[in-house]
Structure formats: C-alpha cells, structure tokens
C-alpha cells in the first residue's frame, strides 16, 4: 500500500522504462535529428509533471481487490497514462495552450523549432498537425500496452473494455466540451453530462473498474466503481471551477458541494467490502483530493 505521492515514485521509472523502448524502436527506421527530437519531446512532456492519478486509482482498486501480480499491474496501467498524454496533447491544440508542467506545448515547441530553423509554409499549422501525430503515436502505444502484458486472457479483455468505454466517454465530453463554447445558452444538463464523462468517468468511475477487472467485475463491484467514481469526479471537477472562479460567493458555494460529494464518497467506501487497511487507503486519497491546490 502506498499514497498518492509514493506511487508516483514507484511508477515513474517504469513508464520511464517502457517510453526509453518506444523511442528508441523509432530510431531504427529513421535517423533524422529532427524527427527524433519531436519523437522524444514527448517523453519530456509526460516526465515533466502530472499526479499519475488515473493509474494510482487503477492499482488502488486492484491491489484493494487482492490483487498478487502488482508489477505486471503497474505496467499494464501505463496505458492510462499514455492515453492521458495522447489526450493532453491535443487538448493544448484545442485550448490554443502554449504551456503545460512548465514546458512548451508539443504544437508550440515544434513550431518554434521549425522558425528556428527556417523552415517554409505555415508553421503555425505544421506544427499543430506534428502535435496531433505525436498524440496519436501515444494513443498506439496506449493500446500495445494490452497487447505486451500478460494476464488472463478474460481479464485482460474485460479491463480493455473498461478502457475503450473510458475513451468514449473523455473524447464524447470533449466533444460536448467544445460545443458548448459556441451556445450564446448552455443547459445545465449538457454540463453536467460533460463533467461526468471528461472528469468523473475519465479519471476515476473506468480506472478504478479498469483494476478491478483484473481479479474479477461482478455487478456490486461495477456499481461500487461507479458510485465512488462519480463522487469523486464530481469533487474534483469542482475544485478546477473553483481554481478559475473569482467570485467570492460561488467559491463559498462551491467548497460546501465538495465537501458533500466527498462525504458520500467517504460513506461508500465504509459501506463496502474492503478490508479495513484498503478503505484507510481510500480515505488517505480522498484527503489528497480534498487538500489538492492544482
């Protein structure tokens, strides 16, 4: 058992590891410098921050489970972190981003590498579709995870489901997401579909069924995922509100709901069947979300 910060230390070296490999397979069917180095910009963008949450959640939920191959679970729940990325990078795309973890945004360093060089054509637009190709290539990589780990064959297959399902539901509320920019009225309806799909669903409600499929998704388990998941997505998505809000009295608002949701998420774990040790870890996590300031 460890805590949100020690997990992150256990498994940086092994994505690490495993994005080492990656790269280095590319450097055999190309050697120019400057395919490379965006190739390899990745690796820095991914190293240079993010809580690791989605897989923290993932082995969370499996080792509370009784989970036993805990190694080949934190190599399988790269994956999470590799679709992570994928979907970061064509966010800044979206949000016209020129920063994220204090580095370039991929469109942004690729773009100013291409000026610095010289280079001819619309740069601007070069270096965006560089960016969307170097998400795609983390969005295959995200899936051969799948394809290099061994586990049972069901399991596997049942936590791949979770994950397609965990695709679905971040790209639809993306989807949503940037629809609503172009409503003069926007239904609250449609908001909270979007903060259920890009925040609760996302982040908590499919990795935490994406561990639990490795041991074994009976219905109460899938339910408890979704019941702690939403909860937890919910609290969440309102502290990023709240880190945007100026409004004083929305703020105030806006801390009494989380509060709440993370009262019921507290309320499902003690109702559940994990042991003692486990629903301490789940606690302990909570706190983290509760105390969180970015």
Not at 134 to 147: E, K, N
Not at 174 to 180: A, E, K, R, S
Request: proline share 1%; hydrophobic share 40%; glycine share 4%.
């Amino acid at each position: 058992m460890c805590d949100l910060k020690e997990f992150k230390k256990t498994f940086d070296p092994i994505l690490k590891q495993y994005l080492d490999k990656k790269i280095a397979a590319f450097s055999e069917n190309v050697n120019d410098p400057f395919i490379l180095d965006i190739i390899a910009y990745s690796q820095k963008l991914i190293e240079s921050g993010g809580k690791r949450i989605r897989p923290y959640v993932s082995y969370l939920m499996y080792a509370a489970l009784g989970g036993k191959e805990k190694e080949k679970a934190l190599e399988l729940f790269i994956s999470l972190e590799l679709f992570h990325n994928f979907a970061l990078i064509h966010d800044d795309i979206m949000d016209k981003s020129s920063e994220r973890h204090g580095v370039k945004t991929v469109h942004k360093y690729v773009k100013e590498k291409l000026q610095k060089e010289g280079r001819t054509g619309d740069l601007k637009h070069i270096g965006n579709s560089q960016a969307i190709l170097l998400g795609d290539i983390l969005l295959v990589w995200a899936y051969s995870v799948f394809d290099e780990i061994y586990f049972d064959e069901n399991k596997l297959r049942d936590a791949k489901l979770f994950f397609n399902k965990m695709a679905n539901d971040v790209i639809l509320g993306q989807i949503i997401d940037i629809d609503i920019t172009t409503r003069n009225d926007i239904l609250k309806e449609l908001i909270d579909k979007k903060d259920k799909l890009k925040t609760a669903s996302y982040t908590f409600i499919r990795p935490l069924q994406i561990g639990a499929a490795l041991i074994n998704v009976d219905k109460n388990t899938e339910q408890f995922c979704e019941d702690l998941g939403l909860n937890l997505g919910l609290a969440f998505q309102l502290q990023d509100d709240l880190l945007d809000s100026e409004n004083t009295e929305s703020k105030q608002e806006a801390v009494k709901k989380i509060e709440e949701y993370l009262e019921k998420a507290k309320k499902i774990i003690e109702k559940s069947k994990l042991t003692n040790n486990y629903k301490k870890e789940f606690h302990k996590f909570i706190e983290t979300i509760k105390d969180r300031k970015n």
